[in-house]
């Protein structure tokens, strides 16, 4: 398939997941919790997640049946595979309950396990940002763009998101985000993916998370690197395995809030 026909199908994975979710979107659906059980813990999954990932991998199944497939509902397929679908249907769920727009679902594909396409849709905005690691663009109802992240080299000018601050362990991994926090200009919270894009758009220039999974960041490594980022894992190994991420609008900047994170500065 050329790279034009696996943008389209891209595209249709987009469509066709969109006209799964929008029709639950501030209505009423049934939802669980996959942390029943867990004290204090709250993993929300709804009607709408398990439809979309179900239209997405039925799919991918008939186009690309050597392919392997992540996904957060239902797991993982072939994922040995030379090319993988990493997919989060909503990612930003607890928006999504509450009726808020910060959520997006997420397609991305790996190739012998580097990152190497991905997309956050938007369906209620009409929003879909794209990247392939060296280009990356928005569309909208205005119409398209390219996506440029902002150079902005000191922590202390610096804009940063991360969805919950108490996602971070107490201790080593909580005190390296607040070394990070009470050096910048600005901090947001709850944005999920949306944060990924807009650090990517030139919005906000620093996002530090922990206890992500693939398919949490997988589809936005393009995208932040198409547009002149950089993402990685806390100690600079790739991002692609989940865990602790932070991605940054430029090195310099990714590399002073990595030196915070780890306790150098």
């Avoid at 030379?82 to 607890?94: F, K, N, S």
Wanted: glycine residues 12%.
């Amino acid at each position: 398939m050329s790279v034009v026909d696996l943008a389209r199908f891209v595209e249709d994975l987009a469509t066709q997941s969109g006209a799964a979710i929008l029709p639950f979107f501030r209505g009423h659906f049934g939802m669980d919790d996959k942390a029943r059980g867990s004290a204090g813990a709250f993993d929300p999954v709804t009607e709408a997640d398990r439809a979309a990932e179900t239209v997405m991998r039925n799919m991918i199944r008939a186009h690309f049946p050597t392919h392997g497939i992540l996904g957060e509902e239902f797991g993982a397929q072939n994922t040995d595979a030379e090319c993988v679908w990493v997919l989060d249907p909503i990612d930003g769920t607890r928006a999504f309950i509450a009726g808020l727009p910060t959520w997006g679902t997420l397609i991305g594909l790996t190739h012998h396990g580097a990152a190497v396409r991905g997309m956050m849709h938007q369906p209620y905005l009409q929003e879909r940002f794209t990247g392939d690691g060296r280009t990356a663009s928005v569309r909208t109802p205005k119409g398209e763009r390219r996506l440029q992240a902002r150079i902005t080299e000191r922590l202390a000018d610096a804009i940063l998101a991360t969805t919950d601050p108490r996602l971070f362990a107490e201790g080593e991994e909580r005190e390296g985000f607040r070394a990070v926090e009470d050096a910048v200009r600005l901090s947001r919270y709850g944005a999920d993916c949306y944060a990924y894009c807009m650090l990517a758009a030139g919005q906000i220039d620093l996002v530090v998370e922990a206890g992500l999974k693939p398919y949490d960041i997988v589809a936005l490594i393009p995208i932040v690197e198409g547009a002149g980022g950089v993402v990685t894992a806390w100690d600079g190994s790739p991002a692609t395995g989940g865990g602790r991420i932070v991605a940054a609008g430029n090195r310099r900047l990714h590399e002073a809030a990595l030196a915070r994170l780890n306790g150098r500065a």
